[in-house]
């Protein structure tokens, strides 16, 4: 987190100065400013805490269809609150895109071969065994966490469009990235990241940025989408992570 999260920054800034766009920070206003930085802690440093804490546990494919039921959380405050509505054809949608992964998922471990406890991984080390109380319980929280940040960002940036966005994003990292440097001044926390090695700081290096940059689009999405919209549509991402899981992680991931 000491690395994913500070990055969003420079990359927000850099989008919104070179598309002219960081002077609409003008017109939000200090209830918005507020309400920004507060998707930043909630999103950025509880949500992905708790994402993290969950992948170490259980891997990325046992999390994810837990972490999906964020969707469920956003639409139904989005309903409550944003005052959406789900006609039968977007509901339909809505069940379709949840089981399309979760039926791709169930077919594709039902045909693989079941991996030997005792196999140990390329690296040497120990085959991964999942702790999966641990890995639940911060998987439920952290879709608690990513299923009421949407709604909060909307009511901001519905009407300030793709522009405003942007904006908001700088604010949401920034706050996220101050709520960081609070945490590394706890005694030790500096010195156990900075004792990081570089093999690591360059894979967390790597999510950092594809993660911002898919929050940048994320954002974008939701000042010109209806949250109950644009939340079931990201649930696809359990397909790609399935994928990328059998590429990059085989023997750190349970099929």
């Known amino acids: 987190m000491a690395i994913t999260v500070p990055i969003g920054v420079p990359i927000f800034l850099l989008v919104a100065l070179a598309s002219d766009n960081l002077p609409r920070i ?24 708790c994402n993290y804490r969950a992948v170490k546990a259980i891997g990325a494919n046992l999390s994810g269809p837990v972490i999906q039921l964020s969707v469920l ?4 405050l989005a309903v409550l609150l944003l005052g959406e509505t789900l006609t039968p054809l977007r509901v339909l949608g809505i069940v379709l895109v949840i089981l399309g992964p979760a039926t791709m998922r169930q077919a594709t471990a039902a045909a693989a071969e079941p ?16 702790h999966y109380a641990e890995g639940y319980v911060f998987a439920a ?15 901001v940036v519905e009407k300030d469009g793709i522009g405003g966005s942007l904006v908001a994003g700088i604010v949401s990292y920034g706050a996220a990235t101050v709520a960081i440097g609070l945490l590394l001044s706890w005694p030790g926390q500096l010195r156990h990241v900075l004792a990081m090695d570089r093999r690591s700081a360059t894979w967390f290096t790597s999510s950092g940025v ?3 940059l898919s929050q940048m689009f994320f954002y974008m999405a939701v000042s010109v989408a209806p949250v109950s919209v644009v939340m079931p549509m990201l649930q696809t991402q359990l ?5 990328f899981a059998r590429i990059f992680n ?3 991931e349970v099929f």
């Open 115 to 130: 991996a030997a406890p005792e196999k140990r991984a390329p690296d040497g080390l120990p085959a991964f065994r999942p």
């Open 210 to 212: 594809f993660v911002s």
């Open 26 to 49: 003008a017109n939000f206003s200090l209830d918005a400013l507020r309400m920004m930085a507060m998707v930043g802690i909630l999103h950025f440093i509880c949500g992905r805490y």
């Open 141 to 155: 929280l952290a879709a608690v966490a990513y299923g009421v940040s949407p709604v909060m960002l909307r009511a």
């Open 73 to 76: 959380v956003t639409i139904v």
């Open 250 to 252: 085989p023997h750190h």
């Open 239 to 243: 397909v790609l992570r399935y994928v």
